[in-house]
């Protein structure tokens, strides 16, 4: 006999009514606006802008403050909103050699075109607790120093001189680029649909896989080729117009990794290359994505899969932390009429045990 | 890659568009209410929010993958002459895109050409010129100046 139990809708409302208080806090302090989240949060935003695959600072922010700055919820909250507007048509691709570069750095090459131009970075502070952040001190106005205007080359068109060099990704000449938000996944996985994934991906996880590859687990010598981060023009193509218009300009951060690779029967001694783009700027998220984007291409370069970070299906499908948190986090939700079940089916298989143990215990020394 | 531009039309219209985009909501409210004979107009379509996918390629350069999406707000108007103006742009600003579709139809326009320059592309132009100045000089002074130390004797 099932019967349905229905129930909890006041601790529902309550809690929901707690919850808003809670994360309004205490009252005698002034509610954060979304411009200051957006503004002094900035990167907090952007990881929820790119891990919910949606470029949009105010709602992003928006999002953080209504998930009392729970990213995975956030994330969660603008994924849902996504779901509930048409899709206007797909953008021309951006191009991130024509960005207006905030920060470029290479690893590989110490005079380049360009030049090494660190922007707002968090490389050589000391770590330590800045205590002027305590008080509302004034905050000096950027140096500024005259461009040469040289233009920023991209790392890997120098290497390419050679041939040294893999050329940038190419697909078949009849392959669409597939959209894993319209087709359900299927492996084997194409680069594309695995750089969307990739993208979308939990930093966290990114990162641990990556940090992997470097220790040992399916090792792609890697080397930063480059790293530039800057605002580059979205062009969308006006089907009433019938040529393309800017929309905008977004912010993204873009890792080369460039790769040792001894040859193969497949492919001869030369750099492979591993690559990450993330929205906003998301500059650990671009080269963890990189890193994992160069070991998952096994196939192509006739490499073993040994190691977790190779093995497509496994990060494809626990990459999503959204999808992650929804399966871990429905555990907690009443499992009242499961768990009577294996209840009961515990105590049945208890007492077969014990009456199977009593007669049976000399038998089964005997037989070890 | 992108469609070449036919005519000078298109091309001037493309840079009409381009700068409507990036116009602050205050900056087109400003200049619609400063428009002397504001006419009267229709919506053809929205104005709407919605998403467009935003595009990468494979290492910087290579066949296109999707990287996410974007909102996007667009509005399409007739205005009482009968031009048709469009307007599209990044966020969910829909009055904005509202009215970047006015000035796209009144910049077709003989009689309004001058206004929506003057009053906004040129201003915009000049302040998109501006910040990107502004953000290129404070990059490069973190642009990095390497020096060789000479150590022993040669």
């Given at each position: 006999m099932y019967v349905a139990v229905k129930g909890g809708e006041t601790a529902i409302a309550n809690a929901h009514r707690l919850l808003a208080d809670r994360r309004r806090g205490d009252r005698s302090l002034p509610s954060l606006t979304i411009g200051q989240i957006i503004e002094q949060l900035g990167l907090a935003v952007d990881r929820v802008m790119a891990e919910a695959s949606l470029y949009d600072r105010s709602l992003a922010a928006l999002a953080?403050?209504?998930?009392?700055?729970?990213?995975?919820?956030?994330?969660?909250?603008?994924?849902?909103?996504?779901?509930?507007?048409?899709?206007?048509?797909?953008?021309?691709?951006?191009?991130?050699?024509?960005?207006?570069?905030?920060?470029?750095?290479?690893?590989?090459?110490?005079?380049?075109?360009?030049?090494?131009?660190?922007?707002?970075?968090?490389?050589?502070?000391?770590?330590?607790?800045?205590?002027?952040?305590?008080?509302?001190?004034?905050?000096?106005?950027?140096?500024?120093?005259?461009?040469?205007?040289?233009?920023?080359?991209?790392?890997?068109?120098?290497?390419?001189?050679?041939?040294?060099?893999?050329?940038?990704?190419?697909?078949?000449?009849?392959?669409?680029?597939?959209?894993?938000?319209?087709?359900?996944?299927?492996?084997?996985?194409?680069?594309?649909?695995?750089?969307?994934?990739?993208?979308?991906?939990?930093?966290?996880?990114?990162?641990?896989?990556?940090?992997?590859?470097?220790?040992?687990?399916?090792?792609?010598?890697?080397?930063?080729?480059?790293?530039?981060?800057?605002?580059?023009?979205?062009?969308?193509?006006?089907?009433?117009?019938?040529?393309?218009?800017?929309?905008?300009?977004?912010?993204?951060?873009?890792?080369?990794?460039?790769?040792?690779?001894?040859?193969?029967?497949?492919?001869?001694?030369?750099?492979?290359?591993?690559?990450?783009?993330?929205?906003?700027?998301?500059?650990?998220?671009?080269?963890?994505?990189?890193?994992?984007?160069?070991a998952l291409r096994t196939d192509e370069f006739g490499e073993d899969v040994v190691a977790p970070a190779q093995d497509e299906e496994f990060v494809m499908s626990h990459c999503d932390n959204v999808q992650a948190t929804g399966f871990v986090e429905h555990l907690k939700l009443p499992h009242y009429v499961d768990f009577q079940a294996e209840l009961d089916l515990v105590r049945r298989m208890r007492a077969k045990h014990a009456a199977d143990q009593t007669p049976d215990t000399d038998q089964q020394e005997a037989a070890e | 890659m992108n469609k070449a531009l036919n005519s000078p039309h298109e091309t001037g219209r493309k840079r009409g568009l381009d700068l409507l985009a990036r116009a602050t909501r205050p900056e087109l409210e400003a200049a619609w209410q400063a428009l002397a004979d504001r006419p009267g107009h229709e919506l053809l379509r929205g104005p709407e929010t919605g998403l467009v996918m935003v595009r990468g390629r494979i290492g910087g350069g290579g066949a296109p993958f999707n990287l996410g999406e974007t909102t996007v707000s667009r509005a399409t108007v007739r205005v009482a002459d009968g031009t048709v103006g469009h307007g599209y742009r990044l966020g969910t600003d829909r009055r904005a895109a509202e009215l970047a579709a006015l000035f796209d139809a009144l910049g077709q326009n003989e009689r309004h050409r001058d206004f929506v320059e003057t009053s906004l592309l040129a201003p915009i132009e000049q302040r998109q010129a501006a910040d990107a100045a502004r953000r290129e000089n404070e990059t490069a002074a973190t642009k990095v100046d390497f020096f060789t130390m000479v150590r022993g004797e040669d």
């Open positions: 953080l403050k209504q998930a009392r700055g729970d990213m995975i919820e956030a994330i969660f909250l603008l994924r849902a909103y996504r779901t509930t507007l048409p899709r206007f048509g797909t953008s021309q691709p951006i191009e991130t050699g024509r960005m207006q570069v905030e920060r470029r750095v290479s690893a590989t090459y110490k005079d380049l075109p360009g030049g090494q131009l660190l922007g707002p970075t968090f490389d050589y502070t000391h770590r330590l607790l800045d205590p002027s952040l305590l008080d509302d001190e004034a905050v000096e106005e950027p140096a500024l120093r005259e461009s040469d205007g040289t233009p920023i080359m991209r790392v890997s068109d120098i290497l390419d001189g050679e041939g040294l060099i893999e050329p940038d990704g190419n697909m078949p000449e009849d392959h669409l680029a597939g959209d894993i938000t319209r087709e359900p996944m299927e492996f084997p996985m194409p680069r594309d649909l695995r750089l969307q994934t990739l993208a979308r991906g939990d930093e966290g996880f990114l990162l641990a896989l990556a940090y992997s590859t470097q220790r040992g687990y399916g090792r792609t010598h890697p080397f930063v080729g480059e790293i530039r981060m800057g605002l580059v023009d979205v062009e969308f193509e006006v089907p009433e117009l019938g040529f393309a218009v800017s929309l905008g300009e977004i912010r993204v951060t873009e890792c080369q990794m460039v790769n040792q690779f001894k040859g193969s029967a497949k492919a001869p001694p030369q750099f492979t290359r591993g690559y990450g783009l993330a929205f906003g700027q998301s500059e650990r998220k671009a080269m963890s994505m990189s890193l994992v984007d160069r | -």
